[in-house]
């Protein structure tokens, strides 16, 4: 009676192609459809099993055996390696324009705390990026600043210094701190 539920009505002749069928179809679509994801290819890997046990005239409840039981196995095998290797693998925090995060700066164009005319950049890491900043408050041109965020494409700043959220100084009193630095 299982026997005749396993092998579905089809000659027994026949299966060695149909297993060898489902396997093209699950690789197929594992590789164009899943985007190598390893989620169908087990029981791809499986049916090529199934297919060459059915070559060999082995019974067709073997034959589904394999197909199915064999195919969870190798899941279950790939999911533990996958498992282990991004563990053993992980990708460094800062990929990307991530990579910018916790960087310091120096604004280029000053930085003004509405900024609608998206004017605000500053360059890090040796490119130059728009900018905006976290807080209500005008960044000047040559002011340090660390890289808290990604915007889009802009990053979000705030000053190295607490000194720095104020307003810009005056160039006559930046000067008067350059002498007094100098004497």
Do not use: C
Not at 106 to 123: K, L, M, W, Y
Not at 138 to 157: D, E, F, I, Y
Not at 168 to 177: H, I, M, N, R, T
């Amino acid at each position: 009676m299982v026997l005749a539920v396993l092998d579905l009505g089809i000659d027994l002749d026949v299966w060695p192609w149909i297993w060898l069928s489902i396997a093209v179809v699950f690789a197929l679509v594992e590789l164009v459809v899943v985007g190598g994801s390893f989620i169908i290819l087990p029981w791809a890997a499986s049916a090529f099993i199934a297919a060459i046990l059915a070559f060999y005239d082995v019974s067709i409840e073997i034959q589904w055996a394999v197909f199915v039981f064999g195919g969870g196995l190798l899941f279950a095998v790939m999911y533990r390696w996958a498992q282990r290797f991004m563990k053993e693998h992980t990708m460094d925090p800062g990929v990307g324009a991530d990579r910018l995060v916790g960087l310091t700066a120096i604004v280029t164009t000053p930085i003004e705390p509405d900024d609608t005319t998206r004017a605000g950049r500053v360059s890090v890491d040796g490119e130059v990026w728009g900018a905006v900043t976290d807080g209500a408050y005008r960044l000047a041109q040559g002011a340090k600043v660390r890289v808290l965020a990604m915007k889009g494409t802009r990053v979000v700043v705030a000053p190295l210094a607490p000194e720095s959220r104020r307003n810009p100084p005056s160039p006559e009193s930046d000067a008067s701190s350059q002498n007094r630095d100098q004497t």
